[in-house]
């Protein structure tokens, strides 16, 4: 898929006027669960050719229930804003 390695953001929300742009694209994806770490709240899936990719998951959710070989859908959305102004 292509993503990041997980990261934990901690972000200021500061209200603007956008002088540029942004662009969010959503895709579902549907994959296997390669493994789940509970006391590190993370889940490894497998991808194609091998590869995996592990994801942060949000503390409030659940993970009983969540086993290996279980498969899922994933909606993944990625976002981009870009901010432009004259020097």
């Known amino acids: 898929m292509g ?3 997980p ?5 200021d929300w ?11 694209t959503t895709v579902e994806v ?6 789940v770490n509970r006391n590190k709240g993370t889940i490894t899936f497998a ?10 998951v949000d503390p409030s959710v659940s993970l009983d229930g969540i086993e290996p ?7 993944v959305t990625r976002a ?3 901010d432009i102004r004259p020097v």
């Not at 990261?7 to 972000?11: G, L, N």
């Not at 549907?30 to 493994?35: M, Y």
Request: cysteine-free; glycine content about 14%.
């Open 69 to 75: 070989g279980d498969e899922v859908i994933l909606e």
């Open 3 to 5: 993503l990041d390695d």
């Open 80 to 82: 981009v804003a870009v």
């Open 47 to 56: 991808g194609a050719g091998g590869k995996t990719r592990t994801f942060l």
């Open 30 to 35: 549907t994959d296997t669960i390669k493994a």
């Open 7 to 11: 990261v934990v953001a901690e972000q």
């Open 14 to 24: 500061v209200t603007l006027t956008p002088h540029g742009g942004t662009s969010l």
